[in-house]
T-cell receptor, first 113, second 115 residues
Framework: QKEVEQDPGPLSVPEGAIVSLNCTYS??????FMWYRQYSRKGPELLMYTYSSGNKEDGRFTAQVDKSSKYISLFIRDSQPSDSATYLCAMSDRGSTLGRLYFGRGTQLTVWP | EADIYQTPRYLVIGTGKKITLECSQTMGHDKMYWYQQDPGMELHLIHY???????EKGDLSSESTVSRIRTEHFPLTLESARPSHTSQYLCASSELTGPSSYEQYFGPGTRLTVT
């Protein structure tokens, strides 16, 4: 079983839609949760960073962590064509001195006008 | 402006050649990482470093080597390139300690094709 599972999609939505992206994980020690956005032929860009459970909002983006279900989500409100990218979830455990990140495979999102 | 730079961005090279992928950062970070990314797959950690003269192998078996002579510079070398090395290589950096040490910042990547 992989540490982090993420549906690769692809996901295609019209402009203005609410997008929900999700990851599940198996390691209950994970405490730090991140979402990265990766445009084609670019490196991943850190989008959201949350610690432990709860919600975090930043503009049109909301990250949710449910540690009891080992499930994290990223919501994008009022999606724009510029949101078209691959979204990677990543997570780490508190005991990792390296700060080692475990990544999902990424979900490819297309927002069409 | 603080950033991470990778050169070259694209490289097509023949089998058996020695290549070095460059990575530099002006973030002031101590920790640096090299990842390999294939289409539709997870990022795999191949090398990391805590600071100058510190280098370790990651999870993915790799025939590459790295060096860390300067804090801002973390080059990756392949002594003899093979078609199986064809991939995207991503360099990243982060702070050494504290909650921010989990925030890794990535360069634009080098797309390597070995023919």
């Amino acid at each position: 079983q992989k540490e982090v599972e993420q549906d690769p999609g692809p996901l295609s939505v019209p402009e203005g839609a609410i997008v929900s992206l999700n990851c599940t994980y198996s390691n209950s020690a994970f405490q730090y949760f991140m979402w990265y956005r990766q445009y084609s032929r670019k490196g991943p860009e850190l989008l959201m960073y949350t610690y432990s459970s709860g919600n975090k909002e930043d503009g049109r983006f909301t990250a949710q962590v449910d540690k009891s279900s080992k499930y994290i989500s990223l919501f994008i409100r009022d999606s724009q064509p510029s949101d078209s990218a691959t979204y990677l979830c990543a997570m780490s455990d508190r005991g990792s001195t390296l700060g080692r990140l475990y990544f999902g495979r990424g979900t490819q999102l297309t927002v069409w006008p | 402006e603080a950033d991470i730079y990778q050169t070259p961005r694209y490289l097509v090279i023949g089998t058996g050649k020695k290549i070095t992928l460059e990575c530099s950062q002006t973030m002031g970070h101590d920790k640096m990482y090299w990842y390999q990314q294939d289409p539709g797959m997870e990022l795999h950690l191949i090398h990391y470093s805590y600071g100058v003269n510190s280098t370790e192998k990651g999870d993915l078996s790799s025939e590459s080597t790295v060096s860390r002579i300067r804090t801002e510079h973390f080059p990756l070398t392949l002594e003899s390139a093979r078609p199986s090395h064809t991939s995207q290589y991503l360099c990243a950096s982060s702070e050494l300690t504290g909650p921010s040490s989990y925030e890794q910042y990535f360069g634009p990547g080098t797309r390597l094709t070995v023919t």
